[in-house]
């Protein structure tokens, strides 16, 4: 796990936990919606359907009250920057704990997750700290991951069905800024710029550093195509020939630092 020496943005709080509840549930209601057959359709994610995609995501958001229930860490273990790269060491488990969720009552399973997240929220400081599966976070920090989960996997949804899922501008914005600034912590350096407008610009990748003018390297996209390079949905050289990216410069191919979160 590359050490996550760059120190992280600030996050709003508010802005924070009201994305999480606002993603989820553009979720619930699309999920609500969905028929037998819609279910059973395939998605990106291996062999997962949209029924365990759809558990999925009430699995990731329905762990803040699990792990709240918890006793609480003596210490923090895992900074933000480190959770990136952290996830793919629970793949298996993840999946598992997902199939086991989907076998069951979806709609009760969001109805019961909206409710104790609800609850839980308004309560409890971001400094708490909360045994993710990666060791004790803060859950402020902890929030921040949710939303790459519930905008990550809302792509996938819109994905797999083809239905139009909304997405809350807050919790895009913070899925956004966490995988720009993994990318700087993977390739720590100043010179190329890659800008994510309207919500991140980073510099990473070593080599001489910029100071004044346009910079002589940068890479510029969307926040969803940056999403889907940054968690392998697309691939560097499929977006960049759909002019879904734009890069300049000898050191602006990043197609060697993607995926970060796999």
């Known amino acids: 796990m590359p050490p996550a020496k760059k120190r992280p943005r600030t996050y709003d709080s508010a802005k924070v936990r009201a994305a999480v509840l606002a993603q989820f549930g553009h979720v619930r209601d699309v999920a609500a919606g969905l028929t037998p057959q819609q279910l059973e359709l395939p998605t990106r994610l291996g062999d997962w359907t949209v029924r365990e995609l759809v558990a999925h995501v009430a699995m990731a958001v329905g762990a803040v009250p699990r792990y709240l229930r918890l006793p609480e860490p003596a210490r923090q273990d895992v900074a933000l920057l480190d959770w990136p790269f952290a996830t793919v ?49 803060r859950l402020g920090d902890f929030l921040v991951t949710r939303t790459v989960e519930l905008v990550v996997h809302t792509d996938d949804l819109a994905d797999a069905t083809g239905l139009d899922v909304p997405y ?53 996209t969307d926040p969803l195509t940056w999403i889907r390079l940054a968690t392998g949905r697309t691939g560097w050289r499929e977006a960049l020939e759909a002019a879904k990216v734009s890069a300049s410069g000898e050191r602006a191919d990043l197609g060697g630092l993607l995926p970060i979160l796999a």
């Open 89 to 137: 060491t629970a793949a298996a488990q993840v999946d598992l704990d997902t199939r086991e969720l989907a076998a069951g009552d979806l709609g009760e399973l969001y109805e019961r997750t909206a409710e104790r997240v609800g609850e839980l929220l308004p309560l409890l400081s971001d400094e708490r700290l909360v045994p993710t599966r990666f060791g004790a976070m």
């Open 168 to 220: 809350d501008r807050q919790a895009l914005a913070a899925c956004t800024r966490l995988l720009a600034d993994a990318l700087a912590v993977k390739a720590p350096g100043a010179s190329t710029e890659v800008r994510i407008p309207p919500f991140a610009v980073v510099q990473c990748v070593e080599g001489p550093r910029h100071t004044r003018g346009t910079p002589p390297n940068v890479v510029e």
